[in-house]
């Protein structure tokens, strides 16, 4: 099994880091990052996973950071094809899942139009982390049989890309809200006009998994203000759903609530 490189043509492996505890990575991302000839990473990797490389590797470090794009998409996408076109084998390292809002699928596209052979890893995607390390089954036979995952933040301007809130505020999925922070208050507003309850348990973890974690825990009513008063921002994900209150009994990681 291997990616679609033809002789002497380089590869890119499309790797998911996880969402930051380096230990959660897949054994063959890791591999394949001891192995590269070029890393190419985010802002939101791990600094450990960058010591994995062997000597003479090229390391680039391409990150967003919110409203700083250290390099544009387009230029990510060259640089792939640039350097696969010089036959190395690349890793291109992504925070969390690359096909979760991780823009894999723009790459993919790049390389493929390019002719260039890739292979994409999957991980743990920041979700199923940051529920995991605080306590919170996304799913529970009592509580909730649906996982609903969400950007709060529009990634285009389309209106196809709009989420409509009320649909989301019905039935008893639970929702977990990626790039939320922005805009947190006026997204609980919303569902709670759409018909979830105020007292709806939410949780908010900032920088899950990792030695920063932070998470603050109360009701769609009171989370938003609760948040700013805690000072949390980005990276941070928001569970809302009854399985957010099992955190009180079940967090084993994050101490300090
Ligand atoms: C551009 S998305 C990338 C998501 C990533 N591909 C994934 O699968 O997790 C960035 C957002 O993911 C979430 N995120 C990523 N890592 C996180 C972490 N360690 N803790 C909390 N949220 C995180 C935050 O909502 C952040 O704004």
């Known amino acids: ?59 680039y470090d391409v990150g967003k950071r919110s409203g700083r794009h250290t390099l544009e998409q387009g230029r990510i996408c060259e640089l792939l094809v640039e350097l696969a076109g010089r036959g190395l084998r690349v890793v291109r390292l992504k925070g969390g899942d690359p096909f979760v809002f991780g823009r894999g699928g723009e790459e993919a ?8 052979g890739y292979e994409v890893v999957p991980a743990v995607t920041a979700a199923l982390g940051c529920a995991a390390y605080s306590g919170i089954p996304l799913t529970h036979r009592d509580w909730s049989s649906a996982v609903t995952i969400l950007s709060g933040h529009p990634c285009t301007e389309n209106e196809a890309d ?16 990626y790039m939320a922070m922005g805009r947190l208050e006026g997204i609980c507003g919303q569902l709670i006009e759409g018909g979830r309850a105020a007292g709806t348990p939410a949780a908010v973890i900032e920088w899950g998994t990792t030695a920063r974690q932070k998470s603050v825990r109360g009701t769609l009513g009171d989370i938003a203000p609760r948040v700013a008063e805690a000072g949390l ?15 009180d009994e079940l967090q084993w990681f994050d101490p300090g609530i």
Not at 2 to 10: I, L, R, S, V
Not at 11 to 21: E, I, M, W
Not at 164 to 175: K, S
Not at 233 to 247: R, S, T
């Open 109 to 116: 596209e790049a390389l493929r139009r390019a002719g260039i």
């Open 233 to 247: 921002g980005a990276p941070a994900v928001v569970i809302i759903g009854e399985v957010a209150a099992l955190g």
């Open 162 to 177: 709009r989420i409509d809130w009320e649909v989301h505020a019905r039935g008893g999925a639970t929702l977990v809200l």
């Open 1 to 59: 099994m291997g990616a679609m490189a033809g002789a002497g043509k380089g590869v890119v492996y499309l790797v998911g880091a996880g969402p930051g505890d380096p230990d959660l990575i897949t054994v063959k991302g890791r591999r394949l990052i001891e192995g590269c000839d070029a890393l190419v990473h985010d802002f939101l990797v791990a600094e450990e996973m960058k010591g994995w490389v062997k000597g003479g590797c090229e390391v």
